[in-house]
Nanobody
Framework: VQLQASGGGLVQAGGSLRLSCAVS????????ITWYRQAPGKQRELVAI???????DYVGSVKGRFTISRDNAKNTVYLQMNSLKPEDTAVYYC??????WGQGTLVTVSS
């Protein structure tokens, strides 16, 4: 399985971005897909997770601001990020439950 993350960029605080993770195979059979992020000088952290049944969960710092979703027909998982804060600045990665990773997309939030 290959993953291609995209959608990062530079945005002002309070703005929004939508990240996409395109998966080479069918995502319907993948038990769960996650978004991680790694800020400069910090450890990689799990941001959001979505199961193949559609259940979701988030790290506390993004709850109410980020939404993870999936489009099985397009084999793509999304991360809608609203009310962005400078502390959301990081490289964002998608990962499947069989430990396949995308290449990362950089999100920079200016104050």
């Amino acid at each position: 399985v290959q993953l291609q993350a995209s959608g990062g960029g530079l945005v002002q605080a309070g703005g929004s971005l939508r990240l996409s993770c395109a998966v080479s195979g069918s995502i319907g059979s993948i038990p769960y897909i996650t978004w991680y992020r790694q800020a400069p000088g910090k450890q990689r952290e799990l941001v959001a997770i979505i199961s193949n049944l559609g259940s979701t969960d988030y790290v506390g710092s993004v709850k109410g601001r980020f939404t993870i979703s999936r489009d099985n027909a397009k084999n793509t998982v999304y991360l809608q990020m609203n009310s962005l804060k400078p502390e959301d600045t990081a490289v964002y990665y998608c990962r499947t439950s069989d430990d396949s990773w995308g290449q990362g997309t950089l999100v920079t939030v200016s104050s």
